[in-house]
């Protein structure tokens, strides 16, 4: 299927290729909005979480939850960090 989208795409104009790009965009903006949903419903203040950042791998405890972000408490002090990039590792049990 892949392969066959990829063959036709040979065959549009620059006006088609922008509409496929405007497309795919949108498509990508909803998986990663559902993805950052999910794992925002998971997450409780306290929560231990991992994630892959510029440092490489970092382990942290969630203080705070916003809308499009959890701020993560690590020995390297504290950082911002999109909901999708989120792991959760421990569940804080109180």
Known sequence: MLR??????RDLDEAGL????KAAIRQ???IRAAQSKAVKM????GDTVKWNGRKGRQTG?????KRKYAHVN???????????MLT???????
């Open 4 to 9: 066959g989208i990829l063959n036709d795409l």
């Open 18 to 21: 922008r509409e496929v790009n």
């Open 28 to 30: 990508l903006k909803l």
């Open 42 to 45: 998971s997450l409780c203040e």
């Open 61 to 65: 405890t969630v203080t705070s939850i």
């Open 74 to 84: 690590t020995a390297m002090g504290s950082w911002r960090i999109p909901m999708n």
């Open 88 to 94: 959760v590792v421990t569940k804080n049990t109180n």
